[in-house]
């Protein structure tokens, strides 16, 4: 993808994910099936993920390199980095402490809806203080998925946010029926 597709990217699928947020009635929002994740924790994780990747598209690359060092291969495509991340969550890989959420309740929705939007606007335009082969070569540590080049990254992020939905889909398909 190009810095334009990912860009268009990033805001599809986190304003959708936003959209579905928003819509969810007060109980589908509280709703936990099986100890899994509430969509408002679904929502604070995507925040808690967000937040470095858009602090670290803050720095100029020539700190970026100090600090992390630059690639010795090429970016994975999409494709590939969906797959590493679904290898590493098969083989037991989870959320590390501190991007697991804590409880949220429903008068936290907005708030953190717009927080999310603000920090998915400011990576947007973030994303072009850096030319494409900065995105191939200037790399940045991943908890789960090791050292990941700037567009890995961002893809990781990209998908990130429509891993999450889904299993919030997933949360609420498995809700027990009303009782009339």
């Avoid at 290898?87 to 037991?92: E, F, H, I, Q, R």
């Amino acid at each position: 993808m190009t810095k334009s597709e990912i860009q268009q990217h990033l805001r599809e699928n986190h304003f959708r994910f936003i959209k579905q947020i928003h819509h969810l009635s007060d109980s589908d929002f509280l709703h936990s099936h099986n100890g899994k994740w509430t969509a408002g924790q679904q929502l604070a994780h995507i925040i808690k993920s967000v937040r470095p990747v858009n602090l670290a598209f803050m720095l100029p690359g020539f700190i970026l390199k100090v600090a992390f060092g630059k690639a010795d291969r090429p970016s994975k495509g999409y494709d590939g980095l969906v797959e590493k991340y679904y290898t590493k969550l098969a083989a037991g890989g989870k959320a590390s402490a501190p991007f697991i959420p804590k409880e949220v309740a429903t008068s936290d929705r907005k708030g953190l809806s717009k927080k999310l939007e603000a920090l998915i606007n400011s990576l947007i335009s973030r994303v072009d203080s850096f030319s494409e082969k900065q995105l191939d070569t200037l790399i940045l540590p991943h908890p789960l998925l090791g050292k990941l080049t700037l567009r890995e990254m961002l893809y990781f992020t990209i998908h990130h946010v429509e891993h999450h939905e889904k299993q919030t889909l997933q949360n609420l398909e498995n809700q027990p029926l009303p009782v009339n």
